[in-house]
């Protein structure tokens, strides 16, 4: 149980295109869902945390118009990366969280690689 | 704000020898504490986590981990590694509040090699 999948990936698009990435829990119901980015051999960094139904709250120095977030479900978050560019590309992961008591358990989904060229 | 620190970015071992992965914490509240593996190209896998109770702390894999309040570290060992140890292994903090997100320290490189 408690399965985190990501879509696509992998992708690779050219520089001013929008990718879109699909973060789903498969068989749960998340409160809540986190974004974060990865760049080599460095730490996840939280981009935003998504409610479902409401908007996201971005973190200090993320673009929210560059970096949009869409909650539509419990079980379905999307994050599209609005004309990319080179800086762009990294590992983008996201993870589903779980409210159990005062803890919010997180799953994370397996990642996807974004090269801009 | 809570920060975590892992103090050693690459840890070369040879197999079967133990290993201790080193984490502190810096909080002025009471916060939850996780380790999570990450193999190349994949997600995170968490690998156990401190919430509350006893401060030893056994995980998947054969890890265990200690909290130690008055040192603020959460030092992840085991005893004798494997090859498919190899990987990278991440500390993390949240506060105890529902709904926050995780912060993670900078990673550790563990090599096992044989």
């Known amino acids: 149980g408690a399965v985190v999948s990501q879509h696509p990936s992998w992708v690779i698009c050219k520089s001013g295109t929008s990718v879109k990435i699909e973060c789903r829990s498969l068989d749960f119901q998340a409160t809540t869902m986190f974004w974060y980015r990865q760049f080599p051999k460095q730490s996840l960094m939280l981009m935003a945390t998504?409610?479902?139904?409401?908007?996201?709250?971005?973190e200090q120095g993320v673009e929210k118009d560059k970096f949009l977030i869409n909650h539509a479900s419990l079980t379905l978050s999307t994050l599209t990366v609005t004309s990319a560019h080179p800086e762009d590309s990294s590992f983008y992961i996201c993870?589903?969280?779980?409210?159990?008591?005062?803890?919010?358990?997180?799953?994370f989904g397996p990642g996807t690689r974004l090269t801009v060229l | 704000a809570q920060s975590v620190t892992q103090l050693d970015s690459q840890v070369p071992v040879f197999e079967e020898a133990p290993v201790e992965l080193r984490c502190n914490y810096s909080?002025?509240?009471?916060?939850?504490l996780f380790w999570y593996v990450q193999y190349p190209n994949q997600g995170l896998q968490l690998l156990l986590k401190?919430?509350?109770?006893?401060?030893l702390v056994k995980g998947i894999n054969g890890f265990e981990a200690e909290f130690n309040k008055s040192q603020t570290s959460f030092h992840l060992r085991k005893p004798s590694v494997h090859i498919s140890d190899t990987a990278e292994y991440f500390c993390a903090v949240s506060v105890s509040q529902a709904g926050t997100a995780l912060i993670f320290g900078k990673g550790t490189t563990l090599s096992v090699s044989s």
């Open positions: 909080s002025s509240v009471s916060v939850y």
């Open positions: 998504s409610n479902e139904g409401s908007k996201a709250t971005y």
């Open positions: 401190y919430l509350s109770g006893s401060t």
């Open positions: 993870s589903a969280a779980v409210r159990r008591g005062r803890f919010n358990e997180q799953f």
